[in-house]
């Protein structure tokens, strides 16, 4: 680069804002994984303790696998953080995508759709993960009644809001929502689910903001262009042995 | 070379493609997609499967009604089946494991439970 040249992105090297994520994830997967490790040292030691006791052994064994379960869903969301990758997109519908994304739920969910069926060009498994941790972030806050999900086509762009009427956040804890195991008052831990929202927008070209519903809730908009192809569920990355009833 | 055919009965193109492109990870697997339980009913009609996984609520037909037909027709009656289920409808689980289904994998579709659930009842 000569003397006069403008700073250029270079390979390998992290902005300050991303050297500040990549310290927040560090600092986060460190924090849960401790946890984890915490829980099955402890009962290990308990049961290593209890070995002619088989019901406080059976409890103790319970605990572990319970911890080794949690490290595994975050080792998952967290591939898929990492594996999410622009050149398996596929052109899927952005209505069959949420209809997944809530069938899941022990929540009402009110769903106000756009008479268009957009298509949306994503990775497919970052996309419906993305959108089944955002349901579940609010379905499973405790001063959650109900969610409402409203698609409306504007434009080259879709715009995909998911409301509810639990506690609403501060602007703080609206600012840090998609960080990595960012915390709210009165909302369940975030873990990485959030941020994998942020993710799927940046890398295909759309964005994602959070703000309150009126008079109390979380209102979580993501707005993504319209693909120009028909949606399908067979798109690259799916081997041509495929048949279709 | 083909080794397994494998019938996925979803009405969910997105889901389709997650549990097919799931399968097709499985060394020799080939997968013939279906939308409803009907259009599944068609493939059963002229192929042999060595496995079908079928959605539970679906339009048309639904799994449970393909569960029944499959488990009353001779030439399919001991293909292994696996439903895709909620963890908020365990009736409709519970429902199609008394009909005749093997196994069942609760959504969100996570490849790696797919993969073992259909090497554990193909024997792979």
Redesign the interface.
Known sequence: MGEGDPPRDGKGILHPEGMQAARDLAAGVVHEVNNILGVVIGNAHLAKKNLANPAALEKYMSEVRDAAEEGRELMRHLGILAGGDPRRSRVLSLHDLVANAVSNLRKPVEMDLSVEEPAVELDLWLAQDALGSLAEFMASTSTVSSLRVVTRVVGGAVVLAFEDDGASLTEKELSKLFAPFSKADRRPKTGVGLTKLADLASRFGGRVAAGRRAPNGLRVVLTLPVASAGASGNGPGVPLSKKRV | M?QYLCLVVED???????L??SL?RIPGM??????NGL??I??LATQQFDLVVTDVNMPVMDGLKLVRHVRGDPRHEKTPIVIIT???APNDRDRAMALGANAYI??????PRVIRAVKRLLEV
Do not use: C, D, L, Y
Not at chain 2, 30 to 35: I, K, N, R, S, T
């Open positions: 083909r969910s193109k997105t889901m389709r493609a997650m097919a492109e097709a080939e997968v013939v997609e279906a939308e259009a599944g068609r493939a909620t963890e908020s609760e959504k969100p579709i996570q490849a």
